[in-house]
């Protein structure tokens, strides 16, 4: 598409530090510390080392993707994802929806193929995030997913950050029976029950009925088109959380997130990205949470594998 990798604003300059030199040592040996240049009160903590026994993929998994709150599993998209995007130049809109979609085809997620379809992800560029989010809360606070009280859905309705994201789950039950995951004290009265039994499945799946994802146009600005592109697709097709801090996994998802070096964050989806999508859309729906988050993780470390490999023979 014309434009499409053009900046949206003119990147600022990059200013330079230079770091003083060093004294050339005298070759005597330093002076013996004494009281009034010694310091004192000082707690030096080493770095961690990395657990061996740890999965790094596994962790990725268990900290960015939250289960299900009612059946503890991975919710993905059961109905054709059908794409919206709002607040941009036609164009442009175009692009983001496209790139979704692809990127949904690529995972193997179901896709709408009308053009008239319901949209279940809403993607919302706006000047005004906050603004947005609180009249939500307060006229259709469904979409922000679910809660348990008032001070729950005062978080859920702080924007932070450049994009945010709200997903609406649902849990259904080896009948077919499809409850939504919302604020809503009378589903108590009569809970989910799943099977019992099984090591392997408790007889309910997690779904994702909906994704709403709101980005501050003037902190996104500076982004190319493509990778703001990916970073959407990618949030929206699976429910995620804590994308605020840079990742050691090579995630599009560090595009945005705090602590990690522009010059090298990707700017498009990568195999780690793919790997886990693909998965999460592989898996049985049944099966229970954990063997869901072990078959992403192995994935992930796969693919990423697959791409080391191809980069060590260029």
């Keep these: 598409m014309p434009g499409a990798r053009r900046y949206w604003a003119a990147l600022a300059g990059a200013g330079m530090l230079a770091a003083a030199a060093p004294p050339a040592s005298s070759g005597e040996p330093p002076p013996r510390p004494t009281a009034a240049n010694t310091v004192t009160g000082v707690t030096v903590t080493p770095e961690k080392t990395p657990d061996p026994l740890v999965s790094p993929t596994n962790e990725f998994v268990r900290r960015h993707l939250p289960e299900s709150t009612f059946s503890e599993q991975y919710p993905r998209f059961r109905d054709p994802v059908c794409v919206k995007v709002v607040g941009l130049p036609a164009e442009y809109a175009g692009f983001v929806s496209k790139r979704i979609v692809e990127v949904a085809g690529q995972v193997h997620a179901p896709v709408a193929k009308a053009e008239t379809c319901a949209p279940n992800v809403h993607v919302v560029f ?140 990707p700017e498009a989806a990568t195999p780690a990205d793919l790997g886990l999508l693909t998965a999460l859309y592989a898996v049985d729906p049944f099966e229970l949470g954990s063997h869901q988050r072990m078959s992403m993780a192995s994935r992930m470390r796969t693919e990423m594998a697959k791409a080391d490999s191809a980069k060590a023979e260029r």
């Design 126 to 265: 706006t000047t005004a995030p906050q603004a947005l989010l609180s009249d939500i809360a307060k006229r259709k606070d469904i979409l922000l997913g679910f809660y348990w009280n008032p001070n729950g859905l005062k978080r859920l309705a702080t924007f932070k950050g450049a994009v945010g994201a709200w997903y609406v789950t649902a849990t259904r039950d080896d009948h077919g029976e499809n409850r939504l995951e919302i604020h809503d004290p009378a589903a108590w009265l009569n809970p989910r029950a799943g099977r019992a039994g099984s090591r392997l499945t408790n007889g309910m799946s997690a779904e994702l009925e909906h994704s709403l994802i709101i980005a501050d146009a003037g902190k996104v600005a500076g982004e190319k088109i493509d990778a703001v592109a990916d970073y959407v697709a990618v949030v929206a097709l699976a429910r995620w959380q804590g994308l605020d801090r840079c990742s050691a996994i090579p995630t599009i998802l560090n595009l945005l997130a705090e602590g990690c070096d522009p010059a090298t964050a």
